[in-house]
């Protein structure tokens, strides 16, 4: 069935450094690729999405890429800060549900410590 | 603006015992969805209803059911608990299909 495998589980950085979490998928029909942070105690938060038809975007120090062909999409966060530490998910689309319409599968999360 | 509201926070039960988790949002999202979280495994839908008056099963639906009450409310019932569904249980809602999804802070059930 489709699924959505995401890389590291956890990852440790310093502060200031880059982080980049990868997620493959393997519904080629998936077309939104959403990426959400979750702070301890709390909801999912969506924090940056991205459409199959653009290959990039960027929101001040968090970027998505995507690469259709290869079946993967990156979460990049640049100049990380303490408040950066939390757990992020990816998601696509995919037809594991019974509806007509694919509903989201989450990847099994990264765990990121921003280390000051 | 609350956004998505989930009561209760905390619940314990015994197993056989049954129990309603209530959602309500405020953003006049068409579509609604139950997920459980447990550890290392993500968020695994359990339920979901794209619009007002549908419901359709996610990956992980037996021993659940749901109910679109209106527009704003989708709850989430557990007829008789067994202890495998001891978890964190998440509501969201969403303009549509593959919008972005918004969630509430959870109901942590254990079932004892």
Same mark, same amino acid.
């Given at each position: ?12 950085? /310093?502060?200031?450094? !880059?982080a ?6 393997s519904?080629?029909? !998936?077309?939104?690729? *959403?990426?959400?942070? /979750?702070?301890?105690?709390?909801? *999912? ?18 970027a ?17 800060? *303490? ?9 696509? *689309? ?16 990264? /765990? ?5 | ?17 049954? +129990? #309603? ?5 405020? +953003?006049?999202?068409?579509? +609604? @969805? ?6 290392? +495994?993500?968020?695994?839908?359990? @339920? @979901? ?5 549908? #419901? ?7 021993? @659940? ?27 969201a ?13 959870? #109901? ?5």
């Amino acid at each position: 069935g489709e699924n959505v495998e995401q890389h590291p589980s956890t990852l440790s950085v /310093q502060e200031g450094d !880059s982080a980049v979490i990868k997620c493959t998928y393997s519904d080629s029909a !998936s077309n939104y690729f *959403p990426w959400y942070k /979750q702070e301890l105690g709390k909801g *999912p938060q969506l924090i940056i999405d991205i459409r199959s038809n653009v290959g990039e975007k960027k929101d001040q120090r968090i970027a998505v890429t995507l690469n259709k062909t290869a079946k993967h999409f990156s979460l990049h966060i640049t100049e990380t800060q *303490p408040e950066d530490s939390a757990v992020y998910f990816c998601a696509a *689309p995919s037809s594991r549900s019974s509806g007509s319409a694919r509903q989201l599968t989450f990847g099994s999360g990264t /765990q990121l410590t921003v280390l000051p | 603006n609350a956004g998505v509201t989930q009561t209760p926070k905390f619940q314990v039960l015994k197993t056989g015992q049954s +129990m #309603t988790l209530q959602c309500a949002q405020d +953003m006049n999202h068409n579509s +609604m @969805y139950w997920y459980r979280q447990d550890p290392g +495994m993500g968020l695994r839908l359990i @339920y @979901y209803s794209a619009s007002e008056g549908t #419901t359709d099963k996610g990956e992980v639906p037996n021993g @659940y059911n749901v109910s679109r009450l209106n527009k704003r409310e989708f709850s989430l019932r557990l007829e008789s608990a067994a202890p495998s569904q001891t978890s964190v249980y998440f509501c969201a809602s969403s303009p549509g299909v593959n919008q972005p999804q918004h969630f509430g802070d959870g #109901t942590r059930l254990s079932i004892l």
